[in-house]
């Protein structure tokens, strides 16, 4: 009987590991996101001051007028967003959000959208990991666009992730576009598995105690 119990005990603690890890592995530890905008000529540079994890700009930058840009940082996942960004007769324009001890293993996923307003302009999203570009979308033109990359490889440990999008116009341009980096798998579907390894754990315990 004493036997049969440690055993119980043993598959119940074994599950509830694997369960923890799974979900341990998936979880960002703190960053501190800094947003970087350039337009050839003037340069934004915006540090999260208050380590909350947000960054945020809304001003003029050379020849683009920005009405906001901004870069968040959540438990499991990296955004950088802008919306209503116009230039007359423009040129380059690159957004760059970069933080540091982003821990997702074993992978990413990237997901990009967004609008362009001028059928001469072009967008484009590149994707870095420890200053190695590891993923890129587009360039995009027209009006509605998106696309996703998924299952992108992440070592373990903590890593610098820098996500950048440019937006090259040759006449009056209007944009924006929202882009996010998440872990994959994503955090439900661990928990999902962490669950099942629990009630699996607690039917096989049951099938030993039949024995």
């Not at 440690?6 to 074994?14: A, D, G, P, Q, W």
């Not at 947000?54 to 955004?79: C, D, I, M, P, T």
């Not at 420890?130 to 996703?148: E, H, I, M, N």
């Not at 390894?197 to 607690?202: E, I, S, V």
Request: with cysteine.
């Amino acid at each position: 009987m004493a036997s049969s119990t440690h055993k119980h005990r043993r598959v119940y603690l074994i599950a509830a590991l694997a369960a923890f890890l799974m979900l341990g592995t998936a979880a960002q530890a703190e960053i501190t996101p800094i947003l970087i905008l350039s337009s050839g000529t003037d340069l934004a540079i915006i540090p999260d001051y208050d380590g909350d994890g947000h960054v945020s700009y809304a001003g003029s930058l050379g020849r683009w007028a920005l009405n906001f840009a901004s870069g968040e940082q959540g438990r499991y996942e990296f955004e950088l967003e802008s919306a209503d960004i116009a230039g007359l007769f423009p040129r380059d324009l690159t957004i760059a959000l970069i933080g540091t001890g982003f821990e997702a293993w074993p992978g990413l996923n990237v997901m990009f959208e967004g609008n362009l307003v001028s059928i001469w302009a072009r967008m484009c999203y590149s994707l870095f990991v420890d200053d190695v570009l590891v993923g890129s979308l587009g360039p995009y033109s027209g009006f509605d666009f998106g696309g996703t990359i998924r299952g992108i490889p992440l070592a373990p440990g903590e890593h610098e992730i820098a996500q950048v999008i440019k937006i090259s116009g040759f006449s009056g341009t209007l944009a924006h576009f929202n882009a996010e980096v998440t872990p994959t798998p994503e955090p439900a579907t661990l928990l999902l598995v962490g669950v099942g390894l629990l009630f699996g754990a607690k039917f096989a315990s049951r099938r030993l105690a039949r024995q």
